[in-house]
């Protein structure tokens, strides 16, 4: 429900539904890059394409709106900002009370080590780590669940020492990508993934065998 959402946040952030809409909040796994990605890219190649994965997104979440051609259907994507240059919407939030990935914060650790420091939170989800990411909110104006019961996020860093760690390795080492791997993952992003989105966007093309003309 929305109004789950609305709850934790601040005014200037909320959803401008009512507090019993329905939303979903769509992530991508490891396996979007090989089974959504490098088809689309493919498929694609002969058109414009300024950026592979907000497209492949696009694509495909517009795929599901056909799906459903009698409901009104809103999509939000995570790269969306407001005229004030917030956040459309706080995707670790998001994902946190729709019980889809645990959203670590300084708050969560009970002797602060950090003093001063500005210490940012992060997700984690207890199958993928930090091996995934949010990419959008589909939202059902028409469709009020006032009954739908709100599932809490598994928490899967759940010692002192742990969460500690997870905080320090992704605020000052997240390009290591080591706070990703936290807790034991089923599945994470292959080598080939890990390079694409180690690369500087504007050279990203040409690992998925874009041509300049493509771009």
Known sequence: QVGWYNAVLQPAFHLPYPDDTLAFVVLSTPSMFDKALKPFVNKERLKIIRDPVDQCVSHHLSRVKEKFPDQKIDVIFDYEILPSRKPKFLAQTAAHVAGAAYYYQRKDVKLDPWGKKKIY???????????????????????????????????????????????????????????????????????????????????????????????
């Open 121 to 215: 939170g992060v997700y984690i989800h207890p199958k993928y780590g930090g091996w995934f990411a949010i990419r959008g909110l589909l939202l059902f104006p028409d469709i009020q669940v006032p009954f739908l019961e709100q599932s809490a996020p598994v928490d899967c860093v759940s010692t002192e020492e742990k969460r500690i760690e997870l905080l320090e390795q992704f605020n000052f080492h997240w390009q290591d990508g080591h706070y990703r791997d936290i807790i034991e993952v089923k599945e994470k992003y292959s080598e080939e993934q890990k390079a694409y989105f180690a690369t500087p966007p504007a050279e990203r093309f040409r690992l998925l065998g874009l041509t300049q003309e493509a771009q």
